[in-house]
């Protein structure tokens, strides 16, 4: 097999068809249009590099390597490469074909990195799923030269089975605010401002992309993401308030497809959104990228509310699974499959790879130790 080593946001736009060409069965983090997103906003451009990996004519695998500087103990700061590091980016993953020999395709990325005109310390691959082609081309590495260890799960919702599961306290919080919502008046929720219900408590319909007025309801989710904690009375870190994470989910927006569906969903109360919903539809899975909700409204607990409402209109539809991509506090009372993801990480040098596994080593040992030391400390009465 053969490599092309590509720069830049050019090198990202020359690569389109043939990344284009495997997308058949790729997820979300593995597509052309969310790569093409992050390289435009997140990303510097004189970082981004993508080595192309072909079997004769044919494409059969696009690894990026985006150059960072980043903090990696026990080492101080290592010149990385990775798959794009960014707050926002919570996964990680890129295109393979299915039929490939993910062991010639190790062989040949290997050989394209032992020529790289920089100088780089290791492959950073944090949170990939166990599912992901980033983790089978993981598995192909040298064992010597990399390190795989768990990293927080990404909890997924089944649509199928939506409320089987749920707690009497969500199912009792979800009634409480449902009846509050009616007796002031009702909500509905809107799709990319299409309204996918017609009123409160009867059946929402399918959620679908419109075609007019999702800058509005963008400009609605921007606004209840920043009302709270995360605005400029905060934390500052609302997505408004940043020009490129601003662009960046503007730009998922504006490469909507057939096959790439972005969502903005709110839930309304009257005629205000209380609560919002940024997700991205690929291969029958809604990846819930960012949820919010307006502090003022908590009473009728909007964020659970929009969730349970959009699990509703996804059962028995097109929508198979909602990935809410991270493992948050409050996930829990929705009772979600928790999917493994793993920090990958590849040393080019052996004994960086060796220090870096016996330090992991000695960490976990002492974690333990220290849960074990303070169970002990909160039962005395079984050292007697």
């Known amino acids: 097999m053969l490599t092309r080593r590509l720069t830049g946001l050019n090198g990202l736009r020359e690569l389109r068809e043939p990344w284009l060409s495997l997308h058949d069965g790729a ?20 970082s981004l590099a993508y080595v192309q990996v072909l079997d004769g004519d044919r494409t059969v695998a696009i690894v990026p390597a985006i150059a960072s500087r980043e903090r990696f103990r026990p080492f101080g700061q290592l010149r990385v490469l990775s798959l794009g590091l ?5 996964l990680a993953d890129f295109p393979l074909a299915a039929d490939v020999r993910v062991e010639d395709v190790a062989a040949a990325l290997r050989a394209a990195l032992a020529a790289w005109p920089e100088h780089w310390d290791a492959l950073r691959w944090p949170r990939v799923l166990a599912s992901s082609h980033a983790m089978r081309l993981a598995h192909a590495f040298d064992a010597s030269a990399a390190h795989i260890s768990p990293a927080s799960p990404c909890n997924t919702l089944d649509t199928r089975r939506p409320f089987v599961s749920l707690s009497k306290n969500l199912r009792a ?26 009123a409160s408590g009867s059946r929402p319909a399918a959620l679908h992309i419109g075609a007019d007025g999702i800058d509005a309801a963008y400009d609605a989710f921007l606004a209840i993401e920043a009302s709270g904690w995360k605005g400029e009375a905060g934390a500052g870190s609302a997505i408004r308030l940043n020009p490129a994470t601003r662009g960046f989910y503007a730009e998922l927006l504006a490469l909507r497809g057939a096959d790439f569906v972005p969502e903005v969903t709110l839930l309304v109360r009257g005629t205000t959104p209380i609560a919002a919903q940024f997700s991205v539809r690929v291969n029958r899975c809604k990846h819930v990228l960012k949820i919010g909700y307006d502090e003022a409204e908590s009473r009728f607990s909007p964020g659970q509310v929009l969730v349970a ?22 996930h829990r009372a929705w009772r979600p499959v928790p999917e493994p993801t793993f920090h990958v990480a590849v040393f080019r040098r052996r004994w960086r790879a060796a220090l870096y596994r016996g330090y992991s080593w000695a960490l976990r040992s002492a974690r333990m130790a220290l849960l074990a030391f303070r169970g002990l400390r909160a039962r005395p009465g079984d050292l007697h």
Do not use: F
């Open 27 to 46: 997820d979300l983090y593995a597509r052309y249009e969310w790569h093409l997103a992050c390289g435009m906003h997140l990303l510097d451009d004189v």
């Open 309 to 330: 409402r959009v699990l509703e209109a996804a059962s028995g539809g097109m929508i198979e699974r909602i990935n809410l991509v991270t493992d948050m506090p409050w």
């Open 86 to 90: 960014h707050p926002h980016l919570a």
């Open 173 to 198: 919080t979800l009634r409480k605010s449902q009846k509050r919502l009616e007796e002031s008046g009702g909500a509905h929720i809107t799709c990319n401002d299409v309204p996918a219900e017609a």
